[in-house]
């Protein structure tokens, strides 16, 4: 896989999903922003152009939808949860995702949460033929409506 067909597959496993309870149904705004990336092999400039650069979703959450749902990785990346923990207003989830050639993608992600919304950070880290890489993402989903 190239590396600039990874980015958009780092973004869709790390973009949160849908919502359980704790956040309200409605519609959300749900935006990944890439903070920082180190990928070997990849010239600077484009790593530069990079950095701030958001995909924002939109998400329509039901009644019974919550926390979970909005960090869930989105189907199409075919991640794989490791470990997760949601309560008292913090998340904190592990997962790992594949790659066509290589060892699987890890992603951290920890943050806060509340009937706003979320607010948090991802640590992409794993190996490319080039060397080692890795990416922070800042992770963000807000509550606009009915």
Do not use: N
């Not at 990336?37 to 039901?62: D, I």
């Amino acid at each position: 896989m190239t590396r600039t067909a990874l980015i958009p597959l780092l973004l869709l496993a790390s973009t949160p999903a849908a919502a359980g309870p704790a956040v309200p149904p409605g519609r959300w705004d749900v935006t990944t922003t890439v903070v920082d990336a180190v990928l070997p092999g990849v010239p600077g400039f484009f790593v530069r152009m990079m950095r701030g650069k958001s995909r924002a979703e939109h998400k329509r959450l039901s009644a019974g939808q919550g926390v979970e749902a909005l960090i869930a990785p989105d189907p199409k990346a075919k991640c794989r949860i490791d470990s997760q923990s949601i309560a008292d207003g913090r998340y904190a989830q592990t997962l790992s995702c594949p790659q066509k050639k290589g060892e699987p993608l890890r992603i951290s992600r920890v943050g806060s949460y509340d009937g706003q919304g979320i607010v948090g950070t991802a640590a992409v880290t794993g190996t490319s033929t080039k060397g080692p890489m890795r990416m922070t993402l800042s992770q963000r989903a807000r509550r606009i409506g009915d």
